[in-house]
């Protein structure tokens, strides 16, 4: 089959366009042709991290039809359209992965999308209720709003009624946030975040504050109201996560970190997903997808990804 692979960490044009070996389906295992591939933050955070072995196939997120099942599968058919999550070899034309970790794709949902939900949406949801605790009239801050975590958790929040404050620079992205359930938006790179969260909530500060940057960490804390809650996840803007924690102590505030990982195989998260992926079948949650590439441009595809400031994902088809 052919893959994107890598021999030594380094930037997009480490990857390579080759032919590798088909993966084996193990008897835990689906084997899916793979038909759209979601480029994921810890896809690029892995690509510069030394390869398991060579060559190597990163990716975290892919969906399409199933061609082969492992003898202990039972709630999985060849034929069945999925998306699945697993921590490497997506960016492939076959993948093989647990059948835990995959979903099967509602009938009115395209498979590109399909591809780019899991991950995000899950994440966002699992940030925003389950370890945020979001009530309705609170109002959540949402960092890094125009990537795949922040337009998932944007939509999220708004349907939980809260007030929703998106972080997030340019005035068409704004616009477009707006339209997807933002109140306010605040452009980083024009205005202080913590002065305009300040005001907008009338000197106390936002409820929750949602960081899939890393980098905006103490920004975040800074915005955060007496008593908020603070929800950290990943880690795409790069560099160390550390912070003043003086202050949230002061101010009696949660700090929760959050790394998906095992836990999209729990079955109150699994489930969670399916209910996400029939919401965005039925439009009322909107996949964002900025650009498709070919899997041959791989470099170019995480080039764009890296530096470009797409709003929504970068994905590529075989």
Same mark, same amino acid.
């Given at each position: 089959?052919?893959?994107?692979?890598?021999?030594?960490?380094?930037?997009?044009?480490?990857?390579?366009?080759?032919?590798?070996?088909?993966?084996?389906?193990?008897?835990?295992?689906?084997?899916?042709?793979?038909?759209?591939?979601?480029?994921?933050?810890?896809?690029?955070?892995?690509?510069?991290?030394?390869?398991?072995?060579?060559?190597?196939?990163?990716?975290?997120?892919?969906?399409?039809?199933?061609?082969?099942?492992?003898?202990?599968?039972?709630?999985?058919?060849?034929?069945?359209?999925?998306?699945?999550?697993?921590?490497?070899?997506?960016?492939?034309?076959?993948?093989?992965?647990?059948?835990?970790?995959?979903?099967?794709?509602?009938?009115?949902?395209?498979?590109?999308?399909?591809?780019?939900?899991?991950?995000?949406?899950?994440?966002?949801?699992?940030?925003?209720?389950?370890?945020?605790?979001?009530?309705?009239?609170?109002?959540?801050?949402?960092?890094?709003?125009?990537?795949?975590?922040?337009?998932?958790?944007?939509?999220?929040?708004?349907?939980?009624?809260?007030?929703?404050?998106?972080? %997030?620079?340019?005035?068409?992205?704004?616009?477009?946030?707006?339209?997807?359930?933002?109140?306010?938006?605040?452009?980083?790179?024009?205005?202080?975040?913590?002065?305009?969260?300040?005001?907008?909530?009338?000197?106390?500060?936002?409820?929750?504050?949602?960081?899939?940057?890393?980098?905006?960490?103490?920004?975040?804390?800074?915005?955060?109201?007496?008593?908020?809650?603070?929800?950290?996840?990943?880690?795409?803007?790069?560099?160390?996560?550390?912070?003043?924690?003086?202050?949230?102590?002061?101010?009696?505030?949660?700090?929760?970190?959050?790394?998906?990982?095992?836990?999209?195989?729990?079955?109150?998260?699994?489930?969670?997903?399916?209910?996400?992926?029939? %919401?965005?079948?039925?439009?009322?949650?909107?996949?964002?997808?900025?650009?498709?590439?070919?899997?041959?441009?791989?470099?170019?595809?995480?080039?764009?990804?890296?530096?470009?400031?797409?709003?929504?994902?970068?994905?590529?088809?075989?």
């Amino acid at each position: 089959m052919k893959a994107a692979v890598y021999d030594k960490p380094g930037p997009p044009d480490v990857l390579r366009y080759a032919d590798v070996p088909d993966p084996v389906c193990g008897p835990e295992d689906v084997l899916i042709a793979v038909e759209a591939i979601s480029i994921e933050g810890g896809d690029l955070i892995n690509r510069r991290s030394t390869p398991q072995q060579s060559p190597w196939i990163v990716g975290y997120a892919a969906a399409g039809t199933i061609v082969a099942i492992g003898e202990a599968v039972s709630d999985r058919a060849v034929g069945q359209k999925v998306t699945a999550f697993s921590m490497s070899g997506s960016h492939a034309e076959l993948w093989a992965v647990p059948a835990s970790r995959t979903w099967p794709i509602p009938q009115d949902l395209d498979v590109i999308r399909a591809a780019a939900l899991p991950i995000a949406f899950g994440t966002a949801r699992h940030c925003i209720v389950t370890k945020g605790r979001l009530n309705s009239g609170e109002t959540v801050l949402i960092q890094g709003a125009a990537g795949g975590v922040g337009l998932a958790a944007v939509q999220i929040a708004r349907q939980a009624g809260a007030n929703v404050i998106a972080v %997030a620079s340019g005035s068409e992205r704004q616009a477009r946030l707006v339209a997807l359930g933002a109140t306010h938006v605040i452009d980083r790179l024009r205005h202080d975040v913590v002065e305009q969260v300040r005001r907008l909530t009338d000197g106390r500060g936002a409820d929750l504050v949602v960081d899939p940057v890393g980098s905006t960490l103490q920004t975040s804390l800074d915005a955060l109201a007496p008593e908020g809650r603070l929800v950290f996840v990943g880690n795409a803007g790069g560099g160390g996560l550390d912070v003043d924690l003086w202050s949230p102590m002061q101010n009696n505030q949660t700090l929760h970190g959050v790394f998906m990982g095992s836990l999209f195989e729990r079955p109150d998260v699994h489930r969670t997903v399916d209910e996400l992926l029939e %919401a965005a079948a039925q439009r009322r949650l909107d996949v964002v997808v900025d650009r498709v590439f070919p899997l041959r441009d791989a470099s170019k595809a995480h080039d764009h990804a890296e530096t470009a400031k797409p709003f929504g994902r970068v994905m590529m088809t075989p």
